[in-house]
């Protein structure tokens, strides 16, 4: 997620409030990845995931409306 307008985009879509974070990317002390699946015909947002930038290190991925990771996605994820 590179701009203010694509958190904004992400936290539409997933329905949480992923657009507050944006000044904390601005000042590169987090930053915000979206992980997407593709079944072939369909590519849809699965998880909002924050990472500290200097550890690289996974602080929290949520789901649709905040949810857990669903085991799929968890999967991945690793």
Do not use: F
Request: charged content about 30%; overall charge positive.
């Amino acid at each position: 997620v590179l701009t203010e307008r694509d958190l904004r985009i992400e936290g539409s879509i997933l329905g949480h409030c992923v657009a507050r974070y944006a000044s904390r990317c601005a000042n590169r002390s987090t930053s915000i990845w979206s992980m997407k699946t593709d079944d072939g015909k369909t590519r849809r947002r699965v998880l909002t995931i924050e990472v500290t930038p200097e550890s690289m290190s996974i602080v929290q991925a949520k789901g649709k409306r905040n949810a857990p990771p669903t085991r799929r996605a968890a999967d991945i994820l690793r």
